[in-house]
């Protein structure tokens, strides 16, 4: 059974962002302060990317554990209300996310994906993905 009524679940579920959330608003402060400029939710790229760094043809994708499965994920649980509801939802995510890479990947971009629950960890994250960028800049 649900916490809460179905009203108040709907409310909540409604005012979940897709962009512009505290995760990817966490990564572009960083990237910026590193003097990296980038585009941000380019609708013209599948999956419309929350980070664009064209200089270094790269895409940085900020996913949130839940809504995009991250497995093996303490911060992931299978809901235990309307299973195949979720389990449905949940894996068309997870089939257009590998889609759009391919996609991305594909028309030349390097793409990375940074996960919430790595970001709440230490700034050890942030400094890879800074790597991870300026080695495609190297290699291309």
């Not at 839940?66 to 389990?87: G, I």
């Not at 028309?107 to 400094?127: A, D, F, H, N, P």
Request: charged share 30%; proline share 4%; glycine share 4%.
């Amino acid at each position: 059974m649900d916490v809460h009524s179905r009203k108040i679940r709907s409310y909540n579920m409604s005012r979940i962002k897709g962009k512009d959330t505290k995760p990817e608003e966490m990564v572009r402060k960083y990237l910026f302060s590193k003097g990296l400029r980038y585009r941000k939710n380019v609708k013209t790229l599948p999956g419309c990317p929350d980070i664009v760094l064209p200089k270094y043809k790269t895409i940085v994708f900020v996913d949130g554990c839940f809504w995009h499965v991250h497995n093996d994920c303490s911060y992931f649980k299978w809901p235990a209300l309307r299973k195949e509801f979720w389990h449905d939802k949940l894996s068309k995510n997870q089939e257009r996310d590998i889609r759009n890479t391919t996609l991305l990947t594909d028309m030349g971009w390097k793409v990375v994906v940074v996960w919430q629950c790595e970001l709440r960890r230490s700034e050890t994250r942030l400094i890879k993905l800074i790597n991870e960028i300026k080695s495609n800049a190297d290699n291309g």
